[in-house]
């Protein structure tokens, strides 16, 4: 299917989830992605989903239909669905958290310290070393022989971010190393 099709098949999803839904446009454009048709004829689809919960939508005609799952890991969600219908102004606001976290990350003693190390886990950082496990696992095993130890840095670093989840902390510390080597491909340095 041609970008100006699924472009213009967004269009139409954009406006109906804002109005059957009361969706954010924003937040479907941004979370949001085209997975294509499903049927043929008079009972084709369009099916969308949604990036990170994998929830799905169905567009037909100018009509959109929740996929809803419920069980083991439940589809739109109460929370989800608020989570769509998200004013521009608390978008902004989550994207300003986001920010500010990525910044305190990359400025934390933490990550300073340990920068090279994460870094070298990646293909395509220059220092990268062959053999070694995959970032998240590295950044599991550093951040469990850190608390192993009490080191005092990650302390800190969970007390800010207010979590000791070590799935979350290893996320937002592999977050910095995705941003150098963004700008080692684009050629800049950071």
Same mark, same amino acid.
């Given at each position: 299917?041609?970008?100006?099709?699924?472009?213009?098949?967004?269009?139409?999803?954009?406006?109906?989830?804002?109005?059957?839904?009361?969706?954010?446009?924003?937040?479907? #454009?941004?979370?949001?992605?085209? %997975?294509?048709?499903?049927?043929?004829?008079?009972?084709?689809?369009?099916?969308?989903?949604?990036?990170? #919960?994998?929830?799905?939508?169905?567009?037909?005609?100018?009509?959109?239909?929740?996929?809803?799952?419920?069980?083991?890991?439940?589809?739109?969600?109460?929370?989800?669905?608020?989570?769509?219908?998200?004013?521009?102004?608390?978008?902004?606001?989550?994207?300003?958290?986001?920010?500010?976290?990525?910044?305190?990350?990359?400025?934390?003693?933490?990550?300073?310290?340990?920068?090279?190390?994460?870094?070298?886990?990646?293909?395509?950082?220059?220092?990268?070393?062959?053999? %070694?496990?995959?970032?998240?696992?590295?950044?599991?095993?550093?951040?469990?022989?850190?608390?192993?130890?009490?080191?005092? !840095?990650? #302390?800190?670093?969970?007390?800010?971010? !207010?979590?000791?989840?070590?799935?979350?902390?290893?996320?937002?510390?592999?977050?910095?190393?995705?941003?150098?080597?963004?700008?080692?491909?684009?050629?800049?340095?950071?």
């Amino acid at each position: 299917m041609s970008p100006a099709k699924i472009n213009e098949l967004f269009d139409i999803l954009r406006a109906a989830c804002a109005r059957q839904l009361g969706f954010n446009p924003r937040r479907v #454009t941004a979370s949001m992605r085209f %997975v294509g048709p499903e049927g043929h004829g008079k009972d084709l689809v369009h099916i969308f989903r949604d990036a990170g #919960t994998h929830s799905q939508i169905e567009l037909k005609g100018t009509f959109v239909t929740l996929r809803e799952k419920h069980g083991e890991k439940p589809h739109w969600t109460e929370a989800e669905k608020n989570h769509y219908k998200a004013t521009d102004a608390q978008i902004d606001a989550e994207i300003a958290a986001k920010q500010a976290e990525l910044e305190y990350t990359r400025n934390s003693p933490l990550y300073q310290d340990h920068r090279e190390q994460l870094l070298s886990h990646y293909k395509d950082w220059p220092g990268y070393q062959a053999g %070694v496990p995959n970032p998240r696992e590295a950044a599991r095993a550093l951040l469990a022989a850190l608390a192993e130890a009490h080191d005092p !840095r990650l #302390t800190a670093f969970a007390e800010h971010m !207010r979590s000791n989840d070590p799935e979350h902390l290893a996320h937002l510390l592999l977050a910095p190393c995705h941003l150098e080597l963004e700008a080692i491909k684009a050629g800049k340095p950071e």
